[in-house]
Protein backbone atom coordinates (compact mmCIF):
# COMPACT_ATOMS: atom_id res chain seq x y z
CA UNK A 1 0.00 0.00 0.00
CA UNK A 2 1.26 3.33 -1.12
CA UNK A 3 2.17 6.21 2.00
CA UNK A 4 -0.26 8.79 2.44
CA UNK A 5 0.93 12.15 1.05
CA UNK A 6 1.64 14.36 3.56
CA UNK A 7 1.72 18.49 3.79
CA UNK A 8 3.80 20.01 7.03
CA UNK A 9 2.26 22.06 9.09
CA UNK A 10 5.34 24.44 8.50
CA UNK A 11 4.15 24.41 5.35
CA UNK A 12 0.69 25.16 5.50
CA UNK A 13 1.30 27.76 7.90
CA UNK A 14 3.44 29.74 6.05
CA UNK A 15 1.14 29.41 2.51
CA UNK A 16 -1.70 31.00 4.74
CA UNK A 17 0.66 34.07 5.93
CA UNK A 18 1.78 34.60 2.39
CA UNK A 19 -1.98 34.75 1.11
CA UNK A 20 -2.74 36.67 4.22
CA UNK A 21 0.01 39.40 3.43
CA UNK A 22 -1.01 39.65 -0.42
CA UNK A 23 -4.68 40.08 0.10
CA UNK A 24 -3.37 42.90 3.35
CA UNK A 25 -1.28 44.42 0.66
CA UNK A 26 -4.11 44.18 -1.79
CA UNK A 27 -6.68 46.12 0.58
CA UNK A 28 -4.11 48.62 1.85
CA UNK A 29 -3.29 49.96 -2.17
CA UNK A 30 -7.04 49.87 -2.81
CA UNK A 31 -7.93 52.11 0.21
CA UNK A 32 -4.97 54.38 -0.25
CA UNK A 33 -6.08 54.04 -3.93
CA UNK A 34 -9.72 55.01 -2.79
CA UNK A 35 -8.49 58.16 -0.78
CA UNK A 36 -6.53 59.67 -3.00
CA UNK A 37 -9.46 59.57 -5.72
CA UNK A 38 -11.35 61.12 -3.21
CA UNK A 39 -8.87 63.70 -1.93
CA UNK A 40 -8.41 64.92 -6.15
CA UNK A 41 -12.15 64.89 -6.53
CA UNK A 42 -12.27 67.38 -3.26
CA UNK A 43 -9.65 69.30 -4.60
CA UNK A 44 -10.84 69.68 -7.77
CA UNK A 45 -14.68 70.38 -6.85
CA UNK A 46 -15.75 73.28 -7.91
CA UNK A 47 -19.43 74.68 -6.34
CA UNK A 48 -22.12 74.50 -9.23
CA UNK A 49 -23.00 78.48 -10.58
CA UNK A 50 -26.55 79.60 -9.98
CA UNK A 51 -27.88 79.41 -13.66
CA UNK A 52 -26.39 75.49 -13.17
CA UNK A 53 -28.51 75.24 -10.03
CA UNK A 54 -31.32 76.38 -11.65
CA UNK A 55 -31.33 74.54 -14.67
CA UNK A 56 -31.28 71.04 -12.50
CA UNK A 57 -33.50 72.02 -10.60
CA UNK A 58 -36.03 73.13 -12.97
CA UNK A 59 -37.85 70.08 -13.38
CA UNK A 60 -37.25 68.23 -9.92
CA UNK A 61 -40.80 69.43 -9.03
CA UNK A 62 -42.14 66.72 -10.95
CA UNK A 63 -40.25 63.88 -9.48
CA UNK A 64 -41.86 64.66 -6.00
CA UNK A 65 -45.55 63.81 -5.19
CA UNK A 66 -48.89 65.39 -5.76
CA UNK A 67 -51.69 66.05 -4.06
CA UNK A 68 -53.50 63.94 -5.74
CA UNK A 69 -51.56 60.85 -4.66
CA UNK A 70 -51.61 61.77 -0.71
CA UNK A 71 -54.01 60.22 1.56
CA UNK A 72 -56.93 62.15 2.66
CA UNK A 73 -56.79 65.52 4.29
CA UNK A 74 -52.75 65.90 2.49
CA UNK A 75 -51.86 68.04 0.36
CA UNK A 76 -48.95 69.10 -1.84
CA UNK A 77 -47.53 72.64 0.52
CA UNK A 78 -44.33 74.08 -1.37
CA UNK A 79 -41.34 72.89 -3.33
CA UNK A 80 -38.92 75.22 -3.12
CA UNK A 81 -34.71 74.39 -3.98
CA UNK A 82 -33.31 72.62 -1.18
CA UNK A 83 -30.96 74.85 0.32
CA UNK A 84 -30.32 79.27 -0.53
CA UNK A 85 -28.17 79.33 -3.73
CA UNK A 86 -25.61 81.03 -2.09
CA UNK A 87 -25.46 77.86 0.55
CA UNK A 88 -23.21 74.27 -0.34
CA UNK A 89 -25.47 71.48 -0.83
CA UNK A 90 -24.90 68.18 0.96
CA UNK A 91 -22.44 66.18 -0.73
CA UNK A 92 -21.75 68.95 -2.82
CA UNK A 93 -24.45 68.01 -5.33
CA UNK A 94 -25.03 69.92 -8.77
CA UNK A 95 -28.88 70.52 -7.36
CA UNK A 96 -31.40 69.62 -4.86
CA UNK A 97 -35.13 70.99 -4.15
CA UNK A 98 -37.62 69.84 -1.16
CA UNK A 99 -40.83 69.59 -1.04
CA UNK A 100 -42.89 69.69 2.21
CA UNK A 101 -46.58 68.26 2.80
CA UNK A 102 -49.21 69.37 5.11
CA UNK A 103 -52.61 67.82 6.81
CA UNK A 104 -55.80 69.64 6.65
CA UNK A 105 -55.91 69.24 10.57
CA UNK A 106 -52.89 71.30 11.92
CA UNK A 107 -53.64 71.08 15.45
CA UNK A 108 -52.87 67.17 14.85
CA UNK A 109 -50.76 66.63 12.01
CA UNK A 110 -46.87 67.23 12.05
CA UNK A 111 -46.08 67.87 8.26
CA UNK A 112 -44.25 65.37 5.39
CA UNK A 113 -41.42 66.30 2.97
CA UNK A 114 -39.61 64.94 0.45
CA UNK A 115 -35.90 66.03 -0.65
CA UNK A 116 -34.22 65.44 -3.71
CA UNK A 117 -30.07 65.62 -4.29
CA UNK A 118 -28.61 65.31 -8.02
CA UNK A 119 -24.86 64.37 -8.45
CA UNK A 120 -22.72 64.48 -11.13
CA UNK A 121 -22.07 60.71 -11.38
CA UNK A 122 -23.73 57.65 -9.99
CA UNK A 123 -20.04 57.32 -7.61
CA UNK A 124 -21.24 60.99 -6.13
CA UNK A 125 -24.42 59.95 -5.05
CA UNK A 126 -23.39 56.77 -3.99
CA UNK A 127 -20.71 58.08 -2.05
CA UNK A 128 -23.32 61.35 -0.69
CA UNK A 129 -26.26 58.21 -0.02
CA UNK A 130 -23.57 56.56 2.86
CA UNK A 131 -22.59 59.61 4.41
CA UNK A 132 -26.50 61.59 3.94
CA UNK A 133 -28.21 60.99 7.27
CA UNK A 134 -31.56 60.08 7.48
CA UNK A 135 -32.11 63.12 9.10
CA UNK A 136 -31.14 65.01 12.07
CA UNK A 137 -33.65 63.97 15.06
CA UNK A 138 -33.26 64.77 18.76
CA UNK A 139 -32.30 61.24 20.31
CA UNK A 140 -33.68 62.88 23.92
CA UNK A 141 -37.06 62.67 21.82
CA UNK A 142 -36.69 59.69 19.68
CA UNK A 143 -34.57 57.26 21.50
CA UNK A 144 -35.09 54.22 19.27
CA UNK A 145 -34.89 53.72 15.50
CA UNK A 146 -36.51 50.28 14.18
CA UNK A 147 -35.40 49.13 10.60
CA UNK A 148 -38.84 49.59 8.56
CA UNK A 149 -39.00 46.43 5.88
CA UNK A 150 -39.35 47.54 2.12
CA UNK A 151 -38.82 44.45 0.77
CA UNK A 152 -41.87 43.63 -0.51
CA UNK A 153 -42.79 46.45 -2.20
CA UNK A 154 -40.37 45.72 -5.00
CA UNK A 155 -38.38 49.24 -5.20
CA UNK A 156 -36.59 49.91 -8.13
CA UNK A 157 -34.03 52.01 -6.04
CA UNK A 158 -30.10 51.31 -6.63
CA UNK A 159 -29.83 51.25 -3.14
CA UNK A 160 -32.82 52.04 0.05
CA UNK A 161 -33.20 52.27 3.40
CA UNK A 162 -36.15 53.21 6.13
CA UNK A 163 -36.62 53.27 9.83
CA UNK A 164 -39.41 54.49 12.33
CA UNK A 165 -39.25 55.93 15.83
CA UNK A 166 -41.47 56.59 18.52
CA UNK A 167 -42.28 60.16 19.56
CA UNK A 168 -41.31 60.46 23.53
CA UNK A 169 -42.52 64.12 24.67
CA UNK A 170 -40.75 65.26 27.77
CA UNK A 171 -44.01 65.70 29.60
CA UNK A 172 -46.75 62.86 29.81
CA UNK A 173 -46.71 59.60 27.88
CA UNK A 174 -46.30 59.35 24.28
CA UNK A 175 -49.39 59.12 22.21
CA UNK A 176 -48.33 56.27 19.64
CA UNK A 177 -46.95 59.13 17.15
CA UNK A 178 -44.49 58.13 15.12
CA UNK A 179 -42.07 59.73 12.51
CA UNK A 180 -41.04 57.23 9.85
CA UNK A 181 -38.12 58.39 7.07
CA UNK A 182 -36.87 56.49 4.05
CA UNK A 183 -33.60 57.55 1.56
CA UNK A 184 -32.74 55.94 -1.23
CA UNK A 185 -30.44 56.16 -4.77
CA UNK A 186 -31.60 56.32 -8.12
CA UNK A 187 -28.84 56.33 -10.02
CA UNK A 188 -27.26 60.21 -9.42
CA UNK A 189 -30.18 60.93 -7.22
CA UNK A 190 -30.63 60.72 -3.67
CA UNK A 191 -34.61 60.84 -2.76
CA UNK A 192 -35.25 60.97 1.39
CA UNK A 193 -38.88 61.05 2.06
CA UNK A 194 -39.95 62.25 6.09
CA UNK A 195 -43.38 62.01 7.50
CA UNK A 196 -45.31 61.58 10.94
CA UNK A 197 -47.06 58.26 11.57
CA UNK A 198 -50.05 58.13 13.87
CA UNK A 199 -53.86 57.77 13.57
CA UNK A 200 -53.92 62.04 13.23
CA UNK A 201 -51.66 61.56 10.78
CA UNK A 202 -51.14 58.93 7.78
CA UNK A 203 -50.56 55.03 8.72
CA UNK A 204 -47.66 52.90 8.05
CA UNK A 205 -49.33 51.61 5.00
CA UNK A 206 -49.87 54.70 3.57
CA UNK A 207 -46.25 55.87 4.52
CA UNK A 208 -45.45 52.38 2.40
CA UNK A 209 -47.34 53.44 -0.90
CA UNK A 210 -46.40 56.76 -0.84
CA UNK A 211 -42.55 55.48 -1.04
CA UNK A 212 -43.96 52.96 -3.87
CA UNK A 213 -45.00 56.43 -5.60
CA UNK A 214 -42.09 58.30 -5.32
CA UNK A 215 -40.40 55.03 -6.19
CA UNK A 216 -42.30 55.41 -9.76
CA UNK A 217 -41.71 59.32 -9.82
CA UNK A 218 -37.93 59.06 -9.33
CA UNK A 219 -37.66 55.93 -12.10
CA UNK A 220 -39.26 58.78 -14.67
CA UNK A 221 -36.92 61.23 -13.05
CA UNK A 222 -33.93 59.40 -13.82
CA UNK A 223 -34.81 58.63 -17.66
CA UNK A 224 -35.74 62.22 -18.16
CA UNK A 225 -32.47 63.77 -16.69
CA UNK A 226 -30.20 60.79 -18.87
CA UNK A 227 -29.34 62.94 -21.76
CA UNK A 228 -28.67 66.18 -20.13
CA UNK A 229 -25.11 67.87 -19.95
CA UNK A 230 -24.46 71.02 -17.11
CA UNK A 231 -22.16 73.30 -17.78
CA UNK A 232 -19.46 71.77 -14.64
CA UNK A 233 -19.18 68.62 -16.39
Same mark, same amino acid.
Given at each position: ME??????????????????????? @??????????? #??? !????????????? $? &???????? &????????????? =????? /?? @? +???? &?????????????????? %?? %??????????? #????? @????????????????? $?? =??? !????????? %?????? =?????????????????? =??????????? #???? #? /??? +???? /??? +???????????? &?????? +?DS?? %???????
Amino acid at each position: MEPKATFPLYTLRRAVKQTCLIVAL @FCGLLAVGSLC #FVT !WQISTWRAPSIQT $R &KQVEADMP &KCSLNSSELPDGW =YRLWA /DS @F +VPYE &KVLPGRALGGISTGFAHD %NT %NAARPASHSIL #FYRTN @FHAAFAYRMHRLGIYNS $RF =YPT !WEPLDLTQT %NLSADE =YHAACSEFMPDIGPGQGD =YTCRSKARYGQ #FVSR #F /DTA +VSSR /DMS +VEEMIQLVQALD &KHMLAC +VDSYA %NKTWEEE
